[in-house]
């Protein structure tokens, strides 16, 4: 298996050899349909609340008598059918969404995800990519003169001026190899990896 190396040009260089188990997988769409929600989902957080039928403010007088009004029989105000009244299920702080996913399904999803963008020719590989100062425009006139506009750019160890001049761009983003996500590696136009992250991510999904 082998992917497509680029300079800091665009242009393409001898290509590099790569784990066919990684980058050559087969398409599961439902693989990584679950993996995607799963972080999605992992992410969330229960900070909402509801108030039931004994939280909400109420009296406990009988709105009106049970016989002779011709309107239908009513205990109390706090009523879960009555506007104002309590939630018949109400969301509780301590709400878990987090979704279980095997750590064999994760690297599966990972490899998955990571051949089709190789597939789909979004997945490129670079030696190494550094700005000389922390500066947007350096890596702005970077990535335009390597053909890149939406771009998930992936290395090793983050380059600390690397990172503060993506900031300000909108549609990039610089992740360690160890961060990397299914949702960023769905989500980005093109893939820019470095020999290093290549490394690191043989080792970890392969």
């Known amino acids: 298996m082998e992917l ?6 665009g242009e393409s ?6 784990s066919e188990a990684l980058f050559g997988r087969s398409y599961n769409e439902a693989l990584i349909h679950q993996i995607v ?6 992410g969330r957080s229960g900070t909402r609340a509801q108030k039931d039928r004994g939280e909400v403010k109420h009296t406990t007088k009988k709105p009106w008598r049970q016989k002779g ?4 029989r009513a205990g109390m105000s706090s009523s879960p ?8 299920f ?5 709400e878990n969404f987090s979704h279980k996913v095997n750590r064999k399904m994760y690297r ?3 490899a998955s995800i990571l051949s089709q963008l190789v597939r789909e020719e979004r997945l490129a590989v670079v030696e190494g990519l550094t700005v000389e100062q922390p500066k947007t425009k350096l890596l702005a006139q970077k990535l335009k003169a390597m053909g890149l506009a939406e771009v998930l750019i992936i290395t090793d160890t983050v380059d600390e001026n690397l990172f503060l001049s993506s900031r300000n761009l909108p549609n990039v983003l610089v992740l360690e190899a160890r961060h990397a996500d299914p949702v960023s590696l769905v989500q980005y136009d093109k893939v820019l990896l470095t020999r290093g ?10």
């Not at 260089?13 to 790569?18: G, I, M």
């Not at 009004?69 to 239908?72: D, K, L, Q, S, V």
């Open 37 to 42: 929600v799963a972080y999605h989902a992992n």
């Open 69 to 72: 009004t011709g309107r239908a």
């Open 13 to 18: 260089l001898a290509p590099v050899a790569a």
């Open 108 to 110: 599966a999803g990972m």
């Open 81 to 88: 059918l009555w506007r104002g009244g309590g939630k018949i």
């Open 90 to 94: 109400p969301s509780s702080p301590d």
């Open 197 to 206: 992250a290549v490394k690191h991510f043989e080792e970890a999904f392969a």
């Open 4 to 9: 497509k190396v680029i300079n800091d040009k």
